[in-house]
């Protein structure tokens, strides 16, 4: 586990708890996005690793930035994130309460690499058996990328299914060379 994630976790939890308590989980998941975003930003990104700023400072311009689009209580959040120096974990605090979201939702994120471009049709059988497989309603993000050749390449949570052609000749690859 990175240490990254080790710090992130608790603030991820207190913020998916609360976002569940008001019954606003995508609105909290919108907010978290562009607070992420705001310190993704390589411009915000050195401020907060400028030894002479302070994070409370910081924390006053993404919450400026982020503007009408934070309540309240998220606000109070990203002032507890400053307080204890932990802006930057905002893009993996936003990451785990995603996962967070999707297991509370029962769904699952699911990216498909096809070597060609899926047809609607085919999206949905896929999402449907993706969806008997795991028990799970299926948010499915399908890209093209020529160079599998064909077939795909599922992501879905810590699982990978390479279908790909250019899977299967790496594996021939491997096997000729042993």
Known sequence: MSNLTKLARP????AF??????SALAKWSRMLGSAASIVANPDVRKLIDSPGVF???VAKLVRETGGE???AKF???IDVLAGNERLSLLPEIKSMFTDLRLEEEKELAVKVVSAVELSDDQKKRM???LARRFDRNIELRATVDPALIGGAIIHAGDMVIDGSIKGELNKLAVQLAD
């Open 11 to 14: 603030y991820a939890k207190a």
């Open 17 to 22: 708890e609360m976002a569940r308590a008001d």
């Open 55 to 57: 994070e409370s400072s």
């Open 69 to 71: 689009r934070f309540n």
């Open 75 to 77: 606000a109070h959040f």
């Open 127 to 129: 999402s449907d058996a």
